[in-house]
């Protein structure tokens, strides 16, 4: 039987710069990083049945949704994962993995994978980011209405700090009073989007990273993060400009100008001190990415 073959990168996210609500929708706008979920769909229409990692639900049911979009009787193949992003922290794990299924069996179905499609497919499983675009996009991540591009990626460098758990993203958006949240703090909220657009138009990360810090910190309320004062106020005294937060997850990172830290050896005892100050259980360095799919292979 033959089956034909899409390899798909698609970038996850530390968070976003801002995410609340503008007169009661709920929007966001992505934090696009250098880490990925990589999928590769071989498949054939001829085939019954999906071989696929049991845990990637969310991956099945978009591969469902092509073969009902685009009208086929029989859509069968292999699905494997060769980067994966941590789940329930924050980072788009579940949209990148969806986005990147779909780009991927759409490239072998000879489709355009638009980022305006994969999109939609996206929103019919769950809320989600909107890592499928190039740039920095604000997008209705419930509703699914709208979206606009706002500009290029800021290079900057992230350090991401989790204390454990995880967070569901449609329990998150279900939850008892997200709305009145979300109306309380809608002036912060627009004040924080104002100040990411202008830090994108201007390619001012201090900018970006103030408003990221007004979000995070409204965020608080209703998903709180016990060390958010003690490592805003460190990050500063290492340099940093500001913090990102995960609003739907459990990541908290520091925000630096992208070469902040010279070497390998800073960084390694930037990361030592983050460490033994704030025992995460989880810790890595990212940079800035420009956003969007890569097709490594069709």
Same mark, same amino acid.
């Given at each position: ?37 990589? #999928? ?125 758990? #995880? ?43 103030? #408003? ?40 908290? #990172? ?45």
């Amino acid at each position: 039987m033959d089956f034909a073959v899409g390899l798909v990168r698609c970038p996850g996210t530390c968070g976003e710069w801002v995410q609340g609500a503008r007169r009661g929708v709920p929007f966001l706008v992505d934090c696009p990083i250098d880490r990925f979920s990589e #999928a590769r769909v071989a498949l054939s229409t001829q085939a019954t049945g999906w071989d696929l990692p049991l845990n990637k639900i969310k991956a099945l049911q978009v591969l469902e949704l092509i073969k009902e979009n685009l009208r086929l009787p029989t859509l069968g193949g292999k699905v494997d994962f060769f980067q994966q992003l941590p789940e329930g922290k924050g980072m788009a794990s579940s949209t990148a993995d969806i986005t990147a299924v779909a780009a991927a069996a759409l490239i072998a179905l000879g489709e355009d994978p638009l980022p305006e499609r994969l999109a939609k497919f996206a929103l019919r499983i769950e809320p989600s980011d909107s890592v499928m675009f190039p740039g920095i996009t604000e997008i209705e991540h419930v509703q699914g209405h709208n979206h606009r591009v706002l500009g290029s990626s800021v290079p900057a460098l992230f350090l991401a700090l989790d204390w454990g758990g #995880a967070i569901d993203t449609n329990m998150f958006n279900a939850r008892p009073g997200l709305a009145e949240h979300y109306r309380r703090y809608e002036c912060e909220i627009e004040r924080a989007y104002r100040l990411a657009r202008e830090g994108i138009d201007q390619r001012d990360l201090e900018k970006l990273a103030t #408003a990221g810090t007004i979000s995070a910190r409204c965020n608080l309320e209703i998903n709180d993060k016990s060390f958010f004062e003690p490592f805003l106020n460190w990050v500063r005294q290492k340099g940093g400009l500001g913090v990102v937060t995960a609003h739907s997850g459990t990541l908290l #990172a520091g925000v630096f100008p992208q070469n902040a830290f010279s070497s390998e050896e800073i960084r390694k005892n930037l990361k030592l001190e983050a460490q033994q100050q704030f025992a995460p259980a989880y810790l890595d360095l990212f940079h800035s990415h420009p956003g969007g799919i890569m097709v490594t292979k069709s």
